[in-house]
């Protein structure tokens, strides 16, 4: 089976920012991953990457979040997409401009 592509979307939020979404399904998991799924969610401020989850090969599922780099348990495609739109409120409400 052929990788299948589940998700490929950008998603404009205001004339700074916007999101893209890609998410593959695969035929066996990823090195690095228990799962049967490839994905890529990023956040786009000004043109810097402040918010990305992914799981390239080798690496498994982790976040990127203020600089920092974690773990990210992955369970469901939707809960990976609400995790990433929790974690977009949540940058902006830091990050805005008094």
């Known amino acids: ?11 404009l939020y205001s ?4 999101a893209e979404l890609v998410l593959w399904r695969l035929s ?3 090195e690095g991953s228990l799962h049967k799924f ?14 990305r989850y992914d799981n390239e ?3 498994g599922d982790h976040r ?3 600089g ?11 809960k990976l997409v609400a995790d990433f739109q ?9 990050n805005r401009n008094p």
């Open 68 to 78: 920092k780099e974690s773990v990210y348990v992955f369970t469901t495609p939707e």
């Open 28 to 30: 066996k998991p990823i």
């Open 57 to 59: 090969t080798g690496k």
């Open 86 to 94: 929790n974690d977009i409120v949540r940058w902006n409400n830091e």
């Open 15 to 18: 004339e700074f920012a916007f």
């Open 1 to 11: 089976m052929k990788a299948v592509e589940l998700i490929c979307s950008r998603i």
């Open 64 to 66: 990127h979040f203020g």
């Open 38 to 51: 490839k994905y890529r969610l990023a956040y786009i401020v000004r043109g810097e990457c402040v918010l």
